[in-house]
C-alpha cells in the first residue's frame, strides 16, 4: 500500500510550480530551459501515479513520449541559446531580444 | 504507515528539496548537478510507482543525456556579468498573488479528488517486457512520429551550428 493519489498530485504540483518559478523568474536562458525540463518532469510523475491509480498501462506510454519530446526540446533549445549568444555575448532574454532587434534596420 | 508510504514521503520530500535548491542557485554549474540529484529523485519515484523501464530511462535520457548536455553548454558558453534573477516589487507582488491563487486551486482540487476516493494505491509493477511490447503493439505510429520529432531536432540542430561556422568563416574571410 502507498499514499493516496492526491499526495503524488500534489507533490507533482509542487514540482511544476518551482519549475514555473525557475521559468519566469531567472533572468538566464539555461535556467529557464531548466525550468522547463522541471515542468516536464513533474508532468511525467503525475502520469506514472494515474498510471498506478487506475492499473493502465497507458499512462506510463505517456511518459515515454514525455521523454522524447523533452529531449528534442531541450537539443533545439540549447542550439537556439549557443547560437544566440555567440551572435550577441549575453544569455539574458531582454538584452538578447534587444540586440536582434537593433541589428535589422 | 506502511514502509512504502515512509519511502514515498522521503523521496519527495528530497525531490523537492534538491529542486528547490537547483532553482534557486545562482551558479549554472552548481543549479544543474542538482537538478540532476532531483531526477535522480524522480527515478527512485517511479520504481517505487511500479515503473522499473521509466527508472531506467529517467537516469539515462535525463541524467545521463539531458543534464550531461546542459553542462557542455553551461561550459561552453562560460556566462561573465551579473544574473540578474530579482524581480521588481511590483513584479513580486504580483508573483506572490498569483503563486497564493495557484496553491489555493491546487489545494482546493486535491480535496475534491480526494474527496472521490483516499484509499492508499495499491503497490503494482509493469514488467519492462510486458510494458514495451504494449508499447509496440498499440501505440507504433506514436514512436515513429517521436522518433522522427528526434530526427527532425537533430536537423535543426546541426542546421543551427553550421549557419553560425559558416557566417563566422565569411567574417573572417572579408576582414
Request: glycine share 8%.
Given at each position: 500500500m502507498i499514499v493516496p493519489y492526491s499526495h503524488i498530485l500534489l507533490l507533482s504540483a509542487l514540482l511544476f510550480v518551482l519549475g514555473m518559478l525557475c521559468a519566469v523568474t531567472r533572468r538566464n536562458l539555461i535556467m529557464v530551459l531548466l525550468g522547463l525540463e522541471i515542468m516536464l518532469n513533474a508532468g511525467a510523475v503525475a502520469f506514472v501515479g494515474a498510471a498506478l491509480r487506475w492499473q493502465q498501462i497507458e499512462g506510463q506510454t505517456m511518459v515515454i513520449f514525455i521523454l522524447a519530446v523533452a529531449a528534442a526540446e531541450v537539443s533545439i533549445g540549447l542550439a537556439l541559446i549557443v547560437f544566440a549568444y555567440r551572435r550577441?555575448?549575453?544569455?539574458d532574454p531582454q538584452s538578447i531580444k534587444d540586440l536582434f532587434s537593433t541589428e535589422r534596420p | 504507515m506502511s514502509v512504502y508510504a515512509i519511502l514515498f514521503y522521503a523521496i519527495a520530500v528530497f525531490i523537492l528539496a534538491s529542486t528547490a535548491i537547483a532553482v534557486t542557485r545562482r551558479h549554472l554549474v552548481h543549479a544543474a548537478v542538482f537538478l540532476a540529484l532531483s531526477f535522480f529523485g524522480s527515478a527512485m519515484l517511479f520504481y517505487l510507482l511500479g515503473a522499473p523501464l521509466l527508472a531506467m530511462l529517467e537516469v539515462i535520457v535525463?541524467?545521463?543525456?539531458i543534464m550531461v548536455l546542459f553542462l557542455f553548454v553551461i561550459m561552453m558558453v562560460e556566462v561573465k556579468g551579473k544574473d540578474s534573477g530579482v524581480l521588481t516589487r511590483g513584479q513580486q507582488a504580483a508573483a506572490a498573488l498569483l503563486g497564493i491563487v495557484y496553491v489555493a486551486a491546487a489545494v482546493m482540487l486535491v480535496r475534491a479528488a480526494a474527496a472521490g476516493g483516499n484509499a492508499a494505491l495499491q503497490a503494482a509493477v509493469a514488467e519492462p517486457a510486458v510494458f514495451g511490447e504494449y508499447l509496440f503493439r498499440q501505440h507504433w505510429l506514436s514512436i515513429e512520429i517521436a522518433s522522427f520529432l528526434l530526427l527532425i531536432a537533430l536537423m535543426g540542430v546541426l542546421h543551427l551550428g553550421r549557419d553560425i561556422r559558416r557566417r563566422q568563416t565569411g567574417k573572417e574571410n572579408a576582414s
Amino acid at each position: 500500500m502507498i499514499v493516496p493519489y492526491s499526495h503524488i498530485l500534489l507533490l507533482s504540483a509542487l514540482l511544476f510550480v518551482l519549475g514555473m518559478l525557475c521559468a519566469v523568474t531567472r533572468r538566464n536562458l539555461i535556467m529557464v530551459l531548466l525550468g522547463l525540463e522541471i515542468m516536464l518532469n513533474a508532468g511525467a510523475v503525475a502520469f506514472v501515479g494515474a498510471a498506478l491509480r487506475w492499473q493502465q498501462i497507458e499512462g506510463q506510454t505517456m511518459v515515454i513520449f514525455i521523454l522524447a519530446v523533452a529531449a528534442a526540446e531541450v537539443s533545439i533549445g540549447l542550439a537556439l541559446i549557443v547560437f544566440a549568444y555567440r551572435r550577441t555575448g549575453s544569455l539574458d532574454p531582454q538584452s538578447i531580444k534587444d540586440l536582434f532587434s537593433t541589428e535589422r534596420p | 504507515m506502511s514502509v512504502y508510504a515512509i519511502l514515498f514521503y522521503a523521496i519527495a520530500v528530497f525531490i523537492l528539496a534538491s529542486t528547490a535548491i537547483a532553482v534557486t542557485r545562482r551558479h549554472l554549474v552548481h543549479a544543474a548537478v542538482f537538478l540532476a540529484l532531483s531526477f535522480f529523485g524522480s527515478a527512485m519515484l517511479f520504481y517505487l510507482l511500479g515503473a522499473p523501464l521509466l527508472a531506467m530511462l529517467e537516469v539515462i535520457v535525463y541524467v545521463g543525456a539531458i543534464m550531461v548536455l546542459f553542462l557542455f553548454v553551461i561550459m561552453m558558453v562560460e556566462v561573465k556579468g551579473k544574473d540578474s534573477g530579482v524581480l521588481t516589487r511590483g513584479q513580486q507582488a504580483a508573483a506572490a498573488l498569483l503563486g497564493i491563487v495557484y496553491v489555493a486551486a491546487a489545494v482546493m482540487l486535491v480535496r475534491a479528488a480526494a474527496a472521490g476516493g483516499n484509499a492508499a494505491l495499491q503497490a503494482a509493477v509493469a514488467e519492462p517486457a510486458v510494458f514495451g511490447e504494449y508499447l509496440f503493439r498499440q501505440h507504433w505510429l506514436s514512436i515513429e512520429i517521436a522518433s522522427f520529432l528526434l530526427l527532425i531536432a537533430l536537423m535543426g540542430v546541426l542546421h543551427l551550428g553550421r549557419d553560425i561556422r559558416r557566417r563566422q568563416t565569411g567574417k573572417e574571410n572579408a576582414s
